[in-house]
């Protein structure tokens, strides 16, 4: 459950680099073929700041998730993962709700797949 835990939360963590890549450094090429359906082509430049900003916080939540996984008392380091699986659990949610519900699936079930993972190896 440990092994499984840590590796559905590193996915996560990679998927936030990501996404803080393509928000902060590609936003008007890689970010326009992934929101191209939901953005004007037009609107990528003037929103550039603002993708970035978005891409900001994307790496925080890495960042912390990847802090968890290196924090050696365990209490802490379950309490760092659950804190962080949770907001990214609910920015998806926001997300799905206001911006795409394909959110919900590409960033929520990771997130919610990991949380579930990291919440049996430490009750177990």
Not at 3 to 32: N, P, Q, R, S
Request: glycine letters at 6%.
């Amino acid at each position: 459950m440990k092994i499984v835990a840590i590796i559905l939360t590193v996915i996560v963590a990679v998927e936030h680099c990501y996404i803080l890549w393509v928000e902060m450094f590609a936003w008007e090429t890689a970010g326009k073929k992934i929101f191209g359906k939901s953005l004007p082509p037009e609107m990528f430049a003037p929103t550039r700041r603002l993708a970035a900003n978005q891409g900001l916080y994307n790496g925080f939540l890495a960042a912390g998730l990847v802090w968890s996984l290196l924090i050696a008392d365990p209490v802490w380091s379950f309490n760092v993962s659950v804190f962080f699986l949770c907001c990214v659990i609910i920015a998806a949610l926001y997300g799905a709700f206001t911006a795409a519900p394909g959110i919900l699936l590409k960033q929520g079930l990771p997130a919610i797949l990991a949380l579930v993972f990291v919440l049996l190896a430490h009750f177990m």
